[in-house]
């Protein structure tokens, strides 16, 4: 199995989005997929309940309140973490996690919170192991911008660098309307935003031979 | 689902070293005729899927224990082969769990005689631990021509062996046609399905039985085993999806246990295991129909019906001798009547075991066998389900059960309203509900609180006996209208019309214990709702 965990201590960075376009394209690659949502407010549970009968299937689970218990031979496993955890429960999803995707948002971006996730990251031993398996994904983002140039300067400064950077684009609001992923949907434009993902796909299958 | 090469620790991923693994056999067993397994030998089925040419060799196997079957009652089996110039000593055990694998151990040996201390292992020798190497004898042989090749299939690669041989003891010898299909590779699904597609070349019997076994039944001259009531290794907070494959596993291990004693009739409670065994199954499948609709558990109802159909007869018989003609015979010693009559349902039973062999040789028989093996194996419920069956399978079991056995319980008490005033088929449509309760109560029992479930379980088995002696009393009458239909013998007729009138009697006698277990059963409190364990 391989365990992805979505998380950032910062709110609005578009977690849920990362986290159910992963899940689906898990899914669609014929995997055993599982959506664990450890957030209250259930936006990748919800959006598990609105996925309509046709799309490749996956199962979600609710961890908001239970304990970190994953299905016996899930292929795939994506952890949305909340904004507000416990270092406790960071810690407990840590152990669970192949690889950890930090998603940022260019503009109105926070570098303290950033470097003080990254800090308390590297505080914990599984990382330590392999400073490859955080991956920083760059959501919402327009190319050639000021802010995107400013994003890679301030992670490079820090040893890390952007695995992926995710185009804003409409077409992720109106598939997660349906319960679906730009991994779902057909023509040419789903099809060119998907290209944003395959560094990641790449780097999460690498991470987790490693 | 079981892998022969674990890539990681499935179940805490991170969480720790994984602990070492004992070595395992995974292993499918197929029986055929000699005729057909030459002729599959020549299929080009094999040939497009052998990964290179076969080898063959002469196997010639002692098997040791001691006088009084040490190592067989622990569940153990010791032996030393030949192979060529080469000895190889071997100590197998039980099948682990409900699956095909097994913990197999080998050590070369410089001669034929067994060295218990060549084994490393902790496991094997804890197997072997106070068996005093002197106190083991050579009970007896398997001498074996083993074809053997690799097979590589999608996601498994196989090492088939076609045996053709004898196994021996000083007074008898027995034949030995079969396929071994052992994963080196891979998934355990993938025997099933290689053994399915040996099926559409030539008839096919999955053998439960090992060659061992074979042996030690010659040796004690003892009709196979019955294997009884298996109870449901369910845990709490298993997901949906485990407690089904769980749940199938225990059927299906429930009714191959019990096959061989079924096909042999010695112990009628072969064929009665077997059929609840198949009725379990059936009763699964229904209660998980909902949560994962899929046509191929549509398929495998219907065929487990025709299967439990096939071995009715047989049952049927047995009890009609056992609860009918034994009690009446005890009380009339001498009736010549009933001594006809015991001739007459003997026969009858000769047939009904008859058509259970035949069924069992059928290859509708293994189709059945090997499809659901490799529907749970592969967790086959997965296919085209959507996300929210998904996400309905990978919740925790213990609400689910709680919730079947509830609507059990409730069609149990709708349809035995007015018990007193119902028709006989009203009642048995009662029975009928009361069996699934029965069942769904069996599979999740685990679950709960044995101190609540036990006096529901306790009651619930008083009532469906009570319902039952209503049911064998159908069932004689019915049977006896067959034997008595095309004869003239009097004194046939004549123990006939005693039966029924006994009969008549006990019915009498047993509505007030009938209707005083419903009452009982309608006020115990459900053990279902309400704190967990």
Known sequence: MISVLVANTKGGCGKTTIATTLASAFAGQGHFTVLADVDRQHSSLDWAKRRPDGAPALAGLDWAKEEFAVPKDAERLVIDAPAALKMKQVEALLKLADVIILPVLPSAFDEEATRRFLARLEELKPIRKSRAAVAIVGNRMRTRTRAAAQLDAFLGGLGHKVVSRIRDSTAYTEAAADGLSVFDLRGRRAEDLREDWAPLLRHIAEASEA | ?533
């Open chain 2, 1 to 533: 689902m079981s892998i022969v090469q674990p890539r990681r620790p499935n179940e805490q991923p991170g969480g720790g070293e994984e602990p070492p693994q004992a070595p395992v056999e995974i292993e499918l067993k197929l029986s055929a005729a000699p005729e057909d397994l030459a002729r599959l030998r020549g299929a080009d089925l094999l040939g497009r899927i052998s990964t290179g040419p076969s080898t063959t060799r002469s196997l010639t196997s002692f098997y040791y224990d001691t006088p009084d079957c040490a190592l067989q009652r622990r569940g153990a089996t010791l032996r030393v082969r030949r192979i060529g110039q080469r000895f190889v000593q071997t100590l197998k055990t039980e099948r682990r769990g409900d699956g095909l694998a097994r913990g197999e151990w080998e050590v070369a040996l410089p001669a034929m005689s067994p060295a218990l201390d060549a084994f490393d292992d902790p496991e094997a020798r804890a197997l072997l631990e106070g068996i005093p190497a002197e106190a083991l004898s050579h009970l007896f042989t398997s001498r074996i021509q083993r074809e053997t090749r690799i097979l590589a299939v999608p996601d498994a690669v196989v090492e088939c062996a076609f045996d053709i041989g004898t196994i021996e003891t000083r007074e008898a010898s027995d034949p030995v046609a079969e396929i071994e299909l052992e994963l080196k590779e891979g998934r355990t699904a993938a025997l099933y399905r290689l053994g399915l597609s040996l099926l559409d070349e030539i008839p096919l019997r999955v053998s439960e039985v090992t060659k061992a076994e074979r042996g030690y039944r010659m040796v004690a001259r003892r009709p196979p085993g019955v294997v009884y009531d298996p109870k449901t290794p369910l845990v709490s907070g298993m997901t949906v999806d485990e407690a089904i494959a769980t749940i199938l596993a225990r059927c299906l291990r429930h009714w191959t246990a019990n096959e061989a004693a079924a096909e042999d009739g010695g112990d009628p409670g072969g064929v009665h295991q077997m059929r609840v065994a198949l009725r379990r199954l059936r009763s699964a499948l229904a209660l998980f129909k909902k949560t994962v609709p899929s046509p191929t558990l549509d398929w495998l109802r219907d065929e487990s019906k025709w299967l439990a159909g096939a071995l009715g007869p047989a049952r049927d018989w047995d009890v009609f001798l056992g609860a009918t003609v034994e009690p009446i015979d005890s009380l009339r010693p001498d009736d010549p009547g009933i001594a006809v009559l015991r001739a007459a349902a003997q026969r009858q039973r000769e047939a009904g075991y008859a058509a259970v062999r035949a069924a069992l040789a059928d290859p509708r028989c293994a189709r059945l066998h090997l499809t659901l093996g490799e529907w749970l194996e592969r967790r086959g419920w997965r296919d085209h389900a959507s996300t929210a069956t998904l996400t309905a399978l990978v919740e925790p079991i213990d609400g689910l059960a709680g919730r079947m056995i509830g609507q059990a319980h409730r069609k149990v008490a709708r349809l035995g309203r007015h018990l007193g005033q119902l028709e006989p088929d009203q009642r048995h449509q009662v029975r009928i509900a009361l069996k699934r309760l029965r069942y769904a109560m069996d599979f999740f029992r685990p679950l709960f609180a044995e101190k609540r479930a036990k006096p529901f379980a306790a009651q619930l088995s008083r009532l469906q006996d009570a319902f039952g002696h209503l049911n064998d009393v159908a069932t004689a009458e019915a049977l006896l209208l067959r034997l008595t239909s095309d004869s003239t013998d009097t004194a046939l007729h004549r123990a006939a019309g005693l039966v029924l009138g006994w009969h008549a009697r006990g019915g009498e006698a047993t509505e007030p214990e009938l209707l005083a277990q419903w009452d009982a059963f309608r006020a115990i409190k459900p053990f279902w709702t309400g704190p967990r364990n």
